[in-house]
């Protein structure tokens, strides 16, 4: 039997596999509480068959501890009732189900909220969150327990079978780091007497639940930053609160998320070590004669199974890996693994959340809409015959859509492969593994046998004679160069990324997009050996990636020694000497510069190649037009509007404007869903 598959004794509870959701805040929550959306979400990965999910990540116990980034807030008693509504649901699945509670101490918003003070062991500011808290008093620490007490009593009437305290970089992790707590009272100093704080809270938690009730606790292994917590310590930590004998389980991670790259180092996207502080975890197992857990970005199976295994951890963490697939445990306990749609490390999920939007898959549109759209597609009553054009992800997720609902599938691709821009955005070294996404795809058009026609350049001719019931553009789009001065000397990033051009000597790459293909460009031409300098009209480069993808770039890109010019934007090029002479204007002052440079590109987005899209629109029953609407209710969004039509036509992705990925994957996944 696979050991991923056996399952595991926590005290009372039988937890029916070792993979484990690992509490975090998609920004679902409704007033604090966790309603439907939240709930569903939830109730997926349970229907999907993870062991244990740990749900509300960061759950705020204080109004003194605000949310920043969608947690739930279980400081009062109107939680309760939705509480008990998700773990109702959760458990019907045969899932476990915990909560984390926590204060989250300086690692939160003073402006926000109720604008309480931010508190803290010491005024010790924390540059991810910027807030300078105050030091606490006495009082501020009685309160304070007494809050966990009654939050943890809260989620026990909720009907959790679990509880998990959140110390890991959080208000009980502040006062163990010798980083942060520079009190010289009964709470600073010695190990013990940082230590303290943790102890009561124990205490009083155990005190207001009983001995049954599971309470577990989030701690980190090593803090991996110069003054903070170290290895040694951390495992004299771990054992501490082992012998207390109230705590059931500990769960480990490692890291010191206080910055941005911190952050990443924390919760990786591409271009960080997968499952970096397995070892970590792995070492206060051996140690400890109590159930470890580990929350760490484990991302494949492979890696899942050798912690098991190896006895490094007892359960594992694969939350991320659950929002590309929460189904991910069934298809394993299924023998298809092969199906299993992977997390690429995208980070998509995790930076939406921390610029205050709602967490998604970069991949998988479904996660977080289960009241939409379905993860598991069944099939139509009526087979249709549906025309693919384009093999990027927008046209291959359309296809894989189409031939789950049982339809007979055309795919026309005009190059000799599929995949799209994402063989672009696999260039240079950072972000290799979104090629990911164009696999899993590419093996399920395969798998759901939809006919591939590569090197097919297809004209509407050619989709009228396959008698088409419904057509999908997914076209894409072409680089959209600026109508400026000097035009003919600039090259796009895609001549770059796709091989066309090489260069050398000193390149300027202006950027007036702010997301990746830039970054992705830049490292390209570093690793090429070029001088690079970035020039953009934002006030950041990279200005639109969220904190760890951009951390993660920017390091690389810097650690290439590339240049940056944020504020300017591009006015015209010339050429003199067979040099490049680029006029500069600032967007504030209307300084004008001039950079000198042997070669100049640009990411400009895209425009749309529509030209099949606008050749067809006459003799479609829609006029290539969907009910909004119907698109939100999820319902079937094809208007007939020409009588003499023939087929139902559509337009997806970048066909229609320059967005992202998951863009491309939303509109394939709702336009296709229900014919």
Same mark, same amino acid.
Request: proline letters at 4%; one cysteine or more.
């Given at each position: 039997m696979n050991s991923l598959l056996e399952s595991f004794q926590l005290k009372h509870l039988t937890i029916r596999n070792r993979i484990l959701s690992t509490a975090h805040a998609p920004s679902f929550q409704e007033n604090g509480h966790p309603r439907d959306r939240y709930r569903l979400y939830h109730e997926e990965k349970a229907r999907g068959g993870v062991g244990l999910t740990m749900i509300g990540?960061?759950?705020?116990?204080?109004?003194?501890?605000?949310?920043?980034?969608?947690?739930?807030?279980?400081?009062?008693?109107?939680?309760?009732?939705?509480?008990?509504?998700?773990?109702?649901?959760?458990?019907?699945?045969?899932?476990?189900?915990?909560?984390?509670?926590?204060?989250?101490?300086?690692?939160?918003?003073?402006?926000?909220?109720?604008?309480?003070?931010?508190?803290?062991?010491?005024?010790?500011?924390?540059?991810?969150?910027?807030?300078?808290?105050?030091?606490?008093?006495?009082?501020?620490?009685?309160? $304070?327990?007494?809050?966990?007490?009654?939050?943890?009593?809260?989620?026990?009437?909720?009907?959790?079978?679990?509880?998990?305290?959140?110390?890991?970089?959080?208000?009980?992790?502040?006062?163990?780091?010798?980083?942060?707590?520079?009190?010289?009272?009964?709470?600073?100093?010695?190990?013990?007497?940082?230590?303290?704080?943790?102890?009561?809270?124990?205490?009083?938690?155990?005190?207001?639940v009983g001995s049954d009730f599971i309470v577990g606790m989030r701690i980190t292994g090593d803090e991996l930053t110069e003054g903070g917590l170290e290895a040694d310590e951390c495992i004299e930590i771990a054992q501490k609160l082992a012998d207390t004998q109230q705590v059931d389980f500990l769960n480990i991670l490692a890291g010191a998320p206080y910055d941005d790259l911190g952050l990443a180092g924390w919760?990786?996207?591409?271009?960080?070590?997968?499952?970096?502080?397995?070892? $970590?975890?792995?070492?206060?197992?051996?140690?400890?004669?109590?159930?470890?857990?580990?929350?760490?970005?484990?991302?494949?199976?492979?890696?899942?199974?050798?912690?098991?295994?190896?006895?490094?951890?007892?359960?594992?963490?694969?939350?991320?890996?659950q929002m590309a697939d929460p189904h991910l445990v069934r298809k394993l306990a299924e023998g298809k693994e092969d199906q299993i749609r992977p997390c690429v490390g995208l980070g998509?999920?995790?930076?939406?959340?921390?610029?205050?939007?709602?967490?998604?898959?970069?991949?998988?549109?479904?996660?977080?809409?289960?009241?939409?759209?379905?993860?598991?597609?069944?099939?139509?009553?009526?087979?249709?015959?549906?025309?693919?054009?384009?093999?990027?992800?927008?046209?291959?997720?359309?296809?894989?859509?189409?031939?789950?609902?049982?339809?007979?599938?055309?795919?026309?691709?005009?190059?000799?492969?599929?995949?799209?821009?994402?063989?672009?955005?696999?260039?240079?070294?950072?972000?290799?593994?979104i090629w990911g996404i164009a696999d899993w795809l590419?093996?399920?058009?395969?798998?759901?046998?939809?006919e591939i026609r590569t090197n097919v350049y297809a004209e509407a001719s050619d989709i009228i004679a396959e008698n088409p019931d419904y057509v999908i553009v997914a076209t894409g789009g072409w680089p959209d160069l600026p109508n400026i001065a000097g035009q003919k000397f600039i090259n796009s990033s895609w001549d770059i990324l796709g091989g066309e051009t090489r260069v050398e000597g000193k390149v300027l790459l202006y950027d007036e997009i702010g997301d990746h293909p830039a970054t992705v460009c830049a490292d390209l031409l570093a690793q090429n050996g070029c001088e690079v300098i970035i020039v953009t009209p934002d006030r950041a480069i990279a200005h639109d990636l969220g904190p760890t993808n951009s951390a993660v770039a920017l390091r690389d890109l810097f650690a290439q020694n590339i240049q940056a010019e944020c504020f300017y934007e591009m006015i015209s090029v010339?050429?003199?000497?067979?040099?490049?002479?680029?006029?500069?204007?600032?967007?504030?002052?209307?300084?004008?510069?001039?950079?000198?440079?042997?070669?100049?590109?640009?990411?400009?987005?895209?425009?749309?190649?529509?030209?099949?899209?606008?050749?067809?629109?006459?003799?479609?029953?829609?006029?290539?037009?969907?009910?909004?609407?119907?698109?939100?209710?999820?319902?079937?969004?094809?208007?007939?509007?020409?009588?003499?039509?023939?087929?139902?036509?559509?337009?997806?992705?970048?066909?229609?404007?320059?967005?992202?990925?998951?863009?491309?994957?939303?509109?394939?996944?709702r336009v296709c869903v229900t014919i």
């Open positions: 990540g960061s759950t705020n116990i204080a109004p003194d501890s605000p949310s920043v980034f969608g947690q739930l807030y279980a400081g009062d008693d109107s939680i309760i009732p939705w509480f008990q509504k998700l773990t109702h649901g959760v458990k019907s699945h045969g899932a476990a189900i915990m909560c984390q509670i926590t204060h989250m101490g300086r690692r939160t918003a003073w402006d926000d909220g109720y604008w309480l003070p931010v508190q803290g062991p010491s005024v010790v500011r924390e540059r991810a969150h910027r807030s300078t808290p105050k030091a606490m008093e006495i009082e501020d620490v009685d309160r $304070i327990i007494s809050n966990f007490a009654e939050a943890a009593i809260r989620c026990q009437q909720g009907g959790f079978d679990g509880i998990e305290l959140l110390s890991h970089s959080h208000l009980l992790g502040q006062f163990l780091s010798p980083l942060i707590n520079q009190r010289d009272d009964d709470y600073g100093g010695s190990l013990e007497n940082r230590m303290r704080l943790t102890f009561r809270v124990l205490e009083a938690v155990r005190e207001a919760v990786a996207p591409m271009g960080v070590p997968s499952a970096p502080h397995l070892n $970590i975890a792995g070492a206060i197992r051996k140690t400890v004669d109590i159930p470890v857990f580990h929350a760490g970005g484990i991302a494949d199976i492979a890696t899942a199974k050798h912690a098991i295994q190896e006895g490094m951890v007892d359960l594992v963490g694969m939350t991320r890996a998509y999920c995790v930076d939406r959340v921390n610029q205050g939007k709602q967490a998604v898959c970069g991949h998988n549109a479904a996660t977080g809409r289960e009241g939409s759209l379905p993860h598991i597609i069944e099939p139509s009553n009526e087979k249709k015959k549906v025309i693919v054009v384009g093999g990027g992800p927008a046209g291959l997720e359309a296809a894989r859509v189409a031939a789950e609902r049982g339809h007979d599938v055309v795919l026309f691709e005009a190059g000799d492969q599929l995949g799209g821009q994402l063989s672009l955005a696999a260039k240079g070294k950072t972000r290799r593994q590419i093996n399920e058009v395969g798998r759901l046998k939809v010339t050429e003199e000497n067979q040099k490049k002479q680029v006029t500069l204007r600032h967007v504030l002052t209307g300084q004008i510069k001039i950079q000198l440079v042997d070669h100049v590109m640009i990411e400009n987005g895209t425009k749309p190649m529509d030209m099949l899209y606008f050749d067809l629109k006459a003799q479609s029953k829609n006029m290539g037009q969907l009910d909004h609407q119907a698109i939100l209710n999820a319902d079937f969004p094809f208007m007939e509007r020409n009588q003499d039509g023939d087929f139902f036509l559509a337009r997806i992705g970048d066909a229609i404007a320059s967005r992202n990925i998951h863009a491309a994957i939303y509109d394939a996944m």
